[in-house]
């Protein structure tokens, strides 16, 4: 079992910035990680994955160029780093792990909200 626990969601203006973090633990071996988001009324989607070496990294289109995922595999740590926010990017943020970036995800955090105010 990976046990998976999202921090650094709040609330800011549009142009902003916020970087979430995603500390694992359990049973984490090799696994590529992720994000997805889920907004009021609308299904889950993915945002960005990020292979266990941290060499491949993929992006959904519509975060490209503004948000930036890594990992530090010394802390269990992954971090979305999201720049130039609009009020479309709210929505809870919820980290994942899963075999590889394109496997559906094993496991789930609990979700953090990230609120963007225009």
């Known amino acids: 079992q990976v046990q998976l626990v999202e921090s650094g969601g709040g609330m800011v203006q549009a142009g902003g910035s916020l970087r979430l973090s995603c500390a694992a633990s359990?049973?984490?071996?090799?696994?590529?990680m992720g994000w997805f988001r889920q907004a009021p009324g609308k299904e889950r989607e993915f945002v960005a994955a990020?292979?266990?070496?941290?060499?491949?990294?993929y992006y959904a289109d519509s975060v490209k160029g503004r948000f930036t995922i890594s990992r530090d595999n010394a802390k269990n740590t992954v971090y979305l780093q999201m720049t130039n926010l609009k009020p479309e990017d709210t929505a809870v943020y919820y980290c994942?792990?899963?075999?590889?970036?394109?496997?559906?995800?094993?496991?789930w955090g609990q979700g953090t909200q990230v609120t963007v105010s225009s």
């Open positions: 990020i292979s266990w070496s941290g060499g491949g990294t």
């Open positions: 359990g049973r984490t071996f090799r696994y590529a």
């Open positions: 994942n792990a899963g075999e590889t970036m394109t496997s559906p995800p094993r496991y």
